[in-house]
Structure formats: C-alpha cells, structure tokens
C-alpha cells in the first residue's frame, strides 16, 4: 500500500505536476529513501539517547502520562510498562497513520508488530521504544488493539 503511493508519487514528480507538492504532505516523508523515516521522526541510535521515560498502558485504557514533552532532535528511549491484566501497545505516529493503523488491526486483530515505531506488550511485562524526534509539531501515539484506541487508549507527544 505504502509502495504503491510512493511509486505513484514518484511517478507524478517525474511528470513534473507542481500540483503534488502544494498536496497534503502526507507523503514528504518518501523523500527520504528511509522506509523506517516518518513524518515524526525515526528510530533512535540506543547508544545515544538522550532521556529516558516510563510510560504505563492500564486495561482502563490509558496511557500516564498521556502527554509528552520532548525537545526537537532529543532521542527518547520509552520504558512501556504493561500494568494491566490484557495485551497493549504503543504505536507512535501521525494521527493520520494510527487510524489507519488501526483499521488493519480490525481486520486482522492477530497481527504483530515488528516496526520500531511501536511496540506491543504482554500483561505484567515491559517494552522499550528509542525513537528520535526529528520534528516539531504534535504527534500522537496509541494502543491499536481492537477497541482500545476507539475507547481513548492515545496520547500526544509535543516536540519543541
Ligand atoms: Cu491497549
């Protein structure tokens, strides 16, 4: 799917339709070449982080704390504490991305995630995520498993 749009936006630039780069931006991130790249940063180097924070998900369907602030360029390794007696994640991305993350999940509710944007948790156990924000702006982050998300299960990541 991804592939696809990439292919499609390339093939759009190379027709030179300036109408592409007035478009949502939604795809800028290709500009990379970094599969692993988003619009909110990339996987951080373990060795060089710069803060460290522990984030819990609880079955009440929430993450503490719920807002995070970092400074732009920070990498942050998150400690992802499972308190809850049923399985969760945390995905970071766009709100954009996670809904559409989180349409698959419903789909198919038995998927495992292996991206370094995230990273899913079994009951009672602890998780880590290094991710480097590249980016100001506000992201947000979420727990796709089916229902979870849809019951408030997120969080934003403000980068200064
Ligand atoms: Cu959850």
Avoid: Y
């Amino acid at each position: 799917m991804k592939k696809l749009l990439f292919v499609s936006t390339l093939l759009l630039s190379s027709l030179s339709l300036t109408a592409v780069a007035s478009g949502t931006g939604e795809h800028a991130h290709g500009a990379g070449h970094d599969d692993h790249a988003s619009a909110i940063g990339k996987p951080g180097n373990p060795a060089k982080v710069t803060r460290t924070m522990t984030v819990d998900m609880s079955d009440a369907m929430r993450f503490t704390p719920a807002t995070i602030n970092v400074k732009r360029g920070e990498t942050v390794k998150f400690i992802v504490k499972n308190s809850g007696k049923i399985k969760h994640e945390m995905v970071l991305g766009t709100m954009q991305e996670l809904k559409e993350h989180a349409e698959v999940m419903r789909k198919n509710p038995e998927m495992e995630h292996a991206d370094e944007n995230q990273v899913s948790v079994d009951p009672g156990k602890t998780g880590e995520i290094v991710w480097q924000f590249t980016k100001a702006g506000t992201f947000d982050f979420a727990c796709l498993q089916p229902g979870h998300f849809e019951a408030g299960m997120k969080g934003t990541v403000a980068v200064k």
